[in-house]
């Protein structure tokens, strides 16, 4: 389990395209302190560390595969050389939760289909599947690229939100910045839906059966 709360932007320096792909990510995680086999959020995708090196004083890389079906189900088949990874270990007991409580499993790629600057702040329209949109409400939450953040507004196919000058700059959604962002040109992102959301939704599908039995 994880929090949403980045806690490093690494990037990707190798990409070897095989019968799965594998993919190396510099970080500013020590080599030592990643077992084989942990799992890192890597822009909402929970990935299995398969090797690790320290290759400076404050640089380590680590070593990750991906499926067919992650690559089809996420956006990392579009992760090449330089793409900026949002990271964040997995959460310990006795950690504080700081965002909320996120599964690394991504239930979509969504679109970020408007960018609008509101003060230092940044208005995001979301268009997630349209079978998704029951599962957002305002003042809930979102997993998007791996960081947890409060929706602001709902529609009937978007949602927005806001995002604080600190997010912008210690995350992966940094390079937002440089993109001109519209409904004919949007910028894809991973998107996992809050668990309470998840779990009350399916409940919801046996209430009439419950009521009636």
Not at 30 to 45: M, P, Q, R, V
Not at 65 to 87: D, F, P, Y
Not at 106 to 132: F, K
Request: charged share 20%.
């Amino acid at each position: 389990m994880f929090t949403g709360i980045i806690t490093d932007v690494g990037h990707v320096v190798h990409r070897e395209d095989r019968g799965d792909t594998l993919f190396r990510i510099e970080t500013a995680y020590a080599a030592d302190t990643i077992d084989l086999g942990a799992s890192i959020c890597c822009n909402g995708a929970c990935m299995t560390v398969i090797a690790r090196e320290q290759v400076s004083d404050d640089r380590a890389t680590f070593d990750l595969e991906a499926s067919a079906e992650s690559l089809s189900k996420t956006t990392m088949g579009t992760w090449n050389v330089g793409s900026l990874i949002n990271l964040e270990r997995s959460l310990a007991v006795g950690d504080e939760l700081g965002g909320h409580l996120v599964s690394g499993h991504v239930d979509a790629v969504a679109d970020v289909v408007a960018l609008v600057t509101e003060g230092d702040s940044w208005r995001l329209t979301i268009r997630p599947p349209q079978a998704l949109m029951p599962f957002f409400a305002p003042k809930g939450s979102v997993a998007l690229n791996g960081v947890s953040l409060t929706i602001n507004e709902v529609d009937d196919a978007t949602f927005g939100i806001n995002m604080i000058p600190h997010t912008q700059q210690v995350t992966a959604f940094s390079a937002l910045g440089t993109l001109v962002i519209s409904e004919a040109s949007p910028a894809p992102i991973n998107l996992e839906i809050d668990q309470l959301a998840r779990y009350v939704h399916r409940q919801l599908q046996f209430l009439p059966q419950a009521q009636g039995s």
